[in-house]
């Protein structure tokens, strides 16, 4: 079983850059596929991005590509989103989650999710 403790939220003005760290504990990190997702004020919790057990592979959703970018470092037991160009729209909370692989992450497949942090973009 994996805890999941995100951090990094916080204020951000439009345009400027964030990131985010998620530190595992509790099982072997290195055989999960993680990701991030975000719920936004009155809306639903959606996918941001996804990557690889071993790091080779990464996706995102439409609304982040190009301006998101997702690591780990498996020695360190860290899953990271460094977040540039924010928009206002992209302020919620940030949740970091494993799974399986990460087609089955990206779908919606979550075995373990952390309790989220807060990014907050201001216009």
């Known amino acids: 079983q994996l805890q999941l403790v995100e951090s990094g939220g916080g204020l951000v003005q439009a345009g400027g850059s964030l990131s985010l760290s998620c530190a595992a504990s509790?099982?072997?990190?290195?055989?999960?596929?993680m990701g991030w997702f975000r719920q936004a004020p009155g809306k639903e919790r959606e996918f941001v991005a996804a990557?690889?057990?071993?790091?080779?592979?990464?996706y995102y959703s439409d609304s982040v590509k190009g301006r998101f970018a997702i690591s780990r470092d498996n020695a360190k037991n860290n899953l990271y989103l460094h977040m540039d160009k924010l928009k206002p729209e992209d302020t919620a909370v940030y949740f970091c989650?494993?799974?399986?692989?990460?087609?089955?992450?990206?779908?919606?497949?979550?075995?373990?999710w952390g309790k989220g942090t807060l990014v907050t973009v201001s216009s």
């Open positions: 989650a494993a799974g399986a692989t990460s087609l089955v992450l990206r779908n919606g497949g979550i075995t373990y």
């Open positions: 509790g099982g072997i990190f290195s055989t999960y596929a």
């Open positions: 990557i690889s057990s071993g790091g080779g592979s990464t």
